[in-house]
């Protein structure tokens, strides 16, 4: 193969690995931020919101096949705003 091909195909891999590190990423916050709202004593929203963002993440079928995590790391932000607005009193 042309060395071209292998600076695209190594970038490409290399931005999947980034995605898939921040999605990971995004669901360790999500897991700790339920528990530390659920140790205060807060509300942590609907307990399907979070079993809900974490069954898409780990699914191994997309509801949107790609080779991304773009839609995982969506799932995961709209939880994690879920949990905070129902934990906030303010809001």
């Known amino acids: 193969m042309d060395t071209n091909v292998w600076v695209v195909v190594l970038l490409v891999a290399a931005l999947l690995a980034a995605m898939l590190a921040v999605a990971v990423a995004l669901l360790v916050r999500l897991v700790r931020t339920r528990r530390a709202l659920r140790r205060a004593g807060l509300p942590t929203g609907s307990p399907w919101v979070f ?11 997309d509801l949107l096949p790609d080779p991304a995590y773009l839609d995982d790391i969506g799932v995961l932000l709209l939880a994690l705003r879920s949990m905070r607005t129902s934990a906030d009193p303010r809001i």
């Open 51 to 61: 079993w809900g963002a974490v069954a898409y993440v780990v699914m191994p079928a």
